[in-house]
Structures are given as structure tokens and as C-alpha cells.
């Protein structure tokens, strides 16, 4: 998962496997053994792709997908500091909220 991510996102960035492999200051062979999982990255490797692609290790590594979008992940990220900034009774009754009209979405589109 991580040699797709890598490549991926040098693609997007408009880099090539060179290009990369001057920012990080290795060798260009690296970043194709990298790129074709014929070597893992260390955990140096994995947070300067963080910084110079602007996303998470988890991303990275192919745990999660929600470094898709920068945006939106700040959006998600001050809605849940809102929401756990609540006491629990609030919210909970905030996620009664978001389900009910999660499902109802869900149901309307069916």
C-alpha cells in the first residue's frame, strides 16, 4: 500500500522519482525500490513524505484514506473539536443527531 501511496502522491505533486529523491536527499534508487516495495521505508522516510506531501503517516501507510482531502480533514477536525469540547450528555444527543440524519440520507437515496 505505501509503494501506491508514494507514487500516487509524487505524481499528483508533479515530481519525479529524481525530483523526490533530491528533496529528501537519497538516491534515486531508493525511491524506486520504494515506489515497486522492493524496500520499506524507515520511520525517517515516512515523516518527510508526511511534511512534503502534507499528510498523515496513516495515510501513508494506507490506513486511512482521509488525507484525500486537506480541507475537508480540517473541516473534520474542528467539527470534533466542537463536539468534544460538549459534556457527554450533549454529545451523545450531537451523535443521535448526525446518525438519525445519516440514515435518513441513506434511506431517502434508495
Not at 45 to 74: A, T
Request: proline share 2%.
Amino acid at each position: 500500500m505505501f509503494s501506491n501511496r508514494l507514487r500516487e502522491l509524487r505524481k499528483q505533486k508533479g515530481l519525479t522519482q529524481m525530483e523526490l529523491a533530491k528533496l529528501l536527499n537519497c538516491s534515486l534508487s531508493k525511491i524506486a525500490m520504494l515506489e515497486t516495495d522492493k524496500r520499506d521505508p524507515v520511520k525517517e522516510d515516512l515523516l518527510r513524505f508526511s511534511e512534503i506531501f502534507d499528510v498523515s503517516i496513516d495515510y501513508l501507510l494506507g490506513k486511512n484514506n482521509l488525507d484525500l482531502n486537506p480541507q475537508l480533514n480540517k473541516e473534520m477536525e474542528q467539527a470534533l473539536h466542537k463536539l468534544y469540547s460538549l459534556d457527554e450528555e450533549n454529545r451523545k444527543a450531537i451523535e443521535k443527531i448526525i446518525d438519525n440524519a445519516y440514515y435518513k440520507i441513506i434511506n431517502e437515496e434508495k
